[in-house]
């Protein structure tokens, strides 16, 4: 694992991730779906290894009761989805990222919601789960 940075597009808002995670996914679910304009691909990272400069330039929205989404108030960049839990992970885009080199797409969930009109090539040898399957997996800890 190496460290990585990334930045929205104004530049305001810098992340420096240590030891960013080799793999990231893909959420299909209907808030990321309306949130990218697409697909949310991003890596899961603690949130002792996330580094945020320029704090003052994020604006957040609470997009459930287990989770926030924030993006730059200045030009409207994605920065993150981050389970508000104490210790509750980031979900860190890719698309922020420097240097996107060397990562593996290895997941993909809420594929049952995804739109008939794109995939992503090779989703057939991905992880993946439904929505039902989602629920059944987060919804016990998402409630605490
Ligand atoms: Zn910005
Ligand atoms: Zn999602």
Redesign the pocket.
Known sequence: MSDRSG???????RLHVADFPPEFGACHCETCRRWTGSAFLAATVPPERVHVA?GD?VARFRSSDWAERAW??????NLWYRLTRPGGAYEIPIGLLDDTRGLKFSSEIYVDCRPDCFAYEGTAARATMTRAECFEKFAPSTEE
Do not use: L
């Not at 930045?7 to 808002?13: F, L, N, P, Q, S």
């Not at 730059?72 to 960049?77: E, F, L, N, S, V």
């Open positions: 930045h929205c597009i104004c530049g305001a808002v320029g330039h730059c108030a200045r030009c409207g960049t």
